[in-house]
């Protein structure tokens, strides 16, 4: 409902509609409410959010994080680097588990095996990633991305990836992934998004 404007007046949907769609509070409810069914385990609320969040700003995002926060459940007391190290385990398992992640699995293996402790290193650009992220850093997104890019193409076209490039790939996919992955590892994953939210961009 808050989606298609609820609460809006006619004029006010008329008008916003042919300008950006972002009917007056209505999305930023709509997404707030999309990522706490997520966030209880309702599958379904993850596709509202990718249909929203285009139309909004990272400021909204935060704006909708931060009434969404009032109905969190209540979090472990950890540092953000804790959390990101327990969400790559459980990333890391749900690749174990999923069929349709053998081969990306196998690459995430033999980095790991490779490069003694990347795990500390994942952890730390994808802070970084987080960072800028909620507080929209552009020019420091627009950055990581290419070295992201840069270090997949080193990949595809044989050469040998740097301890940087597996740790840039991987905490980039951590972040980013979710197409194809279980719904309870999606619940699992927006959870840990929720907290590393409150850890970073409220500086609890």
Partial sequence: MHEKGFGTNILHKMVKAGVDWQLGDSKIEA?????????????????????????????QINEARTRAAKFYPPYPDRS?????????RAYIQELSKNPKSG?????????LGHFQGLEVDIAEIAFKNLQDKFFANRTSKTSN??????AVWKGKLGMTASRD?????????????????????ICIRENFMNQLWINIFSGR
């Fill in 145 to 150: 991305f290419f070295k992201t890019v840069g």
């Fill in 103 to 111: 081969a990306w699995r196998a690459e995430v293996m033999s980095a």
């Fill in 165 to 185: 490039d597996n740790a840039r790939q991987l905490a980039y996919r951590l972040v980013e992934d979710a197409y194809g992955l279980s719904p309870r590892y």
């Fill in 80 to 88: 953000a680097r804790q959390t990101i190290a327990e969400w790559f």
């Fill in 31 to 59: 997404y707030k409410w999309f990522n706490l069914a997520v966030t209880h385990g309702c599958m379904e609320g993850l596709e509202g959010m990718s249909r929203i969040d285009i139309y909004l700003t990272q400021g």
